[in-house]
């Protein structure tokens, strides 16, 4: 190279990988070749590295993938086309390495539809050689950082529990070193932490399948706050529908039944949560009885009474979980079966209402078509889909994403129609 006149370019990838103990002696070889050939180096290092003062160097440094980015080169690496699924499941992964691996993960075998389930394949992937019992040593620490409300903890705490854990399962110390050094956890001089707040809820997850004594410990384990947001890895462990039941009723807000619904907690949790929101539209366009009225009247000075106005007097009385179904309802309107059965019930109701308004104008004995005027007057936005028009809302809505059309009058989205008559005829507010 010298006799050509060009210099030699020494690449050095994952810099930041090299053991701390051989790490000095590393760069000084680095440093030998520079000096020897007159080399230029490249290396590439997730963290910052302290090079010798003789190796004059520019850092540049290239920002973590974002948005679309993410999904993309999952995807790639997956062998699979970039879709909504994908993004929901490389949310945990912050790098481009972590994404290769993980898509990598996600092509072997079949196809997770689960966080849990390729969370667990890219854990054993990060933990080759002592899988069992480097797990069970993060699920402890995880279910302890999860007792403590934290995200973090204490290096030398971390290192004490290790210590005491590696020796009462007669395992080498080495173990603790390829630990704090693999890509599950963040080391700093001070603390630990897991790569992801996911991963942390992955391990939290299972520390409390592990260490629950029945079914039933766990489902009151997952009835508390705190663990609110381990149901959509837990929900996946759990084949059988009884108790996919049990845990979807543990559910504190409607985003973990969407992830359900859409077949992302497992196929168990996927066909009881539809079965719920099925249930409830059926029930719902079947009950007469649900909504009734009283007139609110004016008495004159001469003694007349006049018709003022109807009150609702009688709405559904609805269960914390009933009203999350309802949310999910509202988000998932896209799905055929539930855009049916919502149609359906839109077309009943509205009956419903009618007759009972009319029955309550009749008992304070007045004309019945001063009920309609009343029902038109505060259903009025509602009603103005009629059984005609109703079944052609999802057209419209669907012309109003293909066109961005700006007349909101004619182009209202079905999810905003479903809220205001759920509002008006379910007697709740989403």
Known sequence: MWVTGRQPVLIIDALNECPAQHLAEFLRGIQAFVLQYRARILSASQSDV??????????????????????????HYAGVAVTEEIGHLCQAFLNAYDLEIAGKCHSRGEPPTSRWELYGRYVRDSLKGHTVVASAF?????????????????????????????????????????LLSCRLLRAEDEYVSFEHELLLDY???????????????????????????????????????????????CAENGAVLSAAFRGQCGQAAQHVVRNHCYT???????????????????????GKITFVSLLQSHKRSWTKYGRLLCELIADNLDEPVLREKFLKMFDQSEAHIFDAARAAVKRAGFRASAADEEVVRQYGRTLQYRRSSARQSWQRYEMAIAFQSAHEENCRSLTTFYREFAKGRLGISL
């Open 138 to 178: 993060l699920r402890r620490i995880a279910g302890a950082m999860g007792d403590s409300l934290t995200m973090t903890i204490g290096r030398d705490e971390f290192e004490r529990r290790a210590v005491l854990f590696v020796t009462e399962q007669q395992k080498s110390l080495n173990l603790i070193d390829e």
């Open 280 to 302: 409830l539209l059926d029930n719902a366009a079947k009950d007469e009885d649900q909504i009734a009225f009283e007139c609110q009247t004016l008495q004159n000075d001469k």
């Open 50 to 75: 302290d090079l010798p003062a003789e190796l004059h160097s520019e850092c540049v440094r290239i920002p973590l993938p974002e948005g679309g980015d993410k999904p993309k080169i999952f995807a």
């Open 203 to 249: 391990f939290r997850a299972d520390h409390l399948a592990y260490s629950s004594s029945s079914f039933s410990d766990l489902v009151r384990e997952m009835q508390r706050a705190r663990n609110s947001s381990l149901l959509e890895l837990t929900l996946p462990q759990h084949p059988d529908p009884t108790e996919a039941d049990q845990l979807l009723h």
